[in-house]
């Protein structure tokens, strides 16, 4: 009853785990167009519209010097609106270090960080990037690249500090759906195995996959670790923490009570057959 007790609870606790998505945190405006002329298109109610030509363009929209920037990384955020863009355009950070220029760009197919196609209409952006050894940029310089005709509307942008949750292995949203997706799963494999070893059933197939799944959570943990040192948010490193502290613990400690489930049954099956012999 030991090994039903511990897979149900781990039924329980796992199939309600979810990963709480946060997004980067709010900033104040570092570029107000009202305030901050643009260098390529014109300020529409407080935003900037810009209207490439069939042949496309580079667009120029704003250059800070020294940014007030420190820690790990930081981002570039805001809010971004076309249509009738034609081809993939997209957004660019350059960041300017002493030792040369490093860029990020919005060329994904979809999230804060996709490419800008076709028609949307208000969406989040994301410019993120990656500090390496502490060392501040001396500049940023934020454009817009279109490959074709079209029109393109951006709010004001905001320089985020601390690397927002698109910029690790992935989003919150992603971390949400591992934390209940595979809680969900491990509830069912829990009471599948708990159910089967009450029975004394299957016993290859029990031991086999509580092993499996003990060796999994193990890795997951490392993984975490690993998630953990590289600073990965925490809708990365949460999920795989917890789940493999559940399948190690649960399914590490269910695999050695299952064992002696299954040989006390085979001890007891020899003892019924010795007292039915002649």
């Known amino acids: 009853m030991k090994i039903i007790r ?3 609870r781990a039924a329980i606790v ?11 945190a709010a900033a104040t405006p570092i570029v107000d167009w009202d305030r901050t002329p643009p260098l390529s298109g014109t300020v529409v109610h407080s935003t900037v519209r810009i209207d490439s030509p069939s042949g496309g363009g580079s667009f120029p929209l704003a250059v800070i010097e020294d940014p ?14 076309y249509t009738g863009v034609q081809g993939a355009g997209f957004l660019e950070m350059w960041s300017v270090f002493p030792e040369g220029r490093f860029f990020s760009r919005t060329t994904d197919t979809d999230g804060p960080v996709a490419r800008i196609t076709g028609k949307s209409g208000w969406r989040t952006f994301e410019l993120p990037f990656r500090v390496q050894d502490g060392v501040r940029p001396s500049r940023l310089e934020v454009n817009l690249i279109l490959p074709g005709k079209g029109s ?3 709010d004001s ?4 500090a601390g690397l927002p949750e698109s910029s690790g292995w992935w989003s919150g949203r992603t971390g949400g759906l591992i934390g209940g997706i595979g809680g969900s799963v491990i509830g069912l494999l829990g009471a599948l195995l708990g159910s089967l070893t009450a029975r004394r059933r299957a016993r290859g197939f029990v031991l086999g996959l509580m092993l499996a799944l003990a060796v999994t959570g193990a890795g997951l943990i490392v993984v975490g670790g690993i998630a953990l040192a590289f600073r990965q948010p925490y809708a990365v490193w ?6 493999g502290t559940i399948l190690a613990v649960v399914f590490g400690n269910g695999l050695r009570t299952a064992r002696r489930a299954f040989e006390d049954a ?3 099956k020899m003892r019924a057959l010795d007292l039915s012999r002649p």
């Open 152 to 154: 393109v509307w951006i």
């Open 14 to 24: 796992s199939a309600v785990v979810v990963v709480p998505a946060t997004s980067a």
């Open 238 to 243: 949460f999920p795989l923490l917890l789940g």
């Open 266 to 268: 085979e001890l007891r």
């Open 68 to 81: 007030p920037v420190d820690g790990a990384g930081y981002a570039i955020w805001g809010k971004v609106r």
């Open 6 to 8: 511990a897979l149900a």
């Open 157 to 160: 942008l905001q320089l985020v």
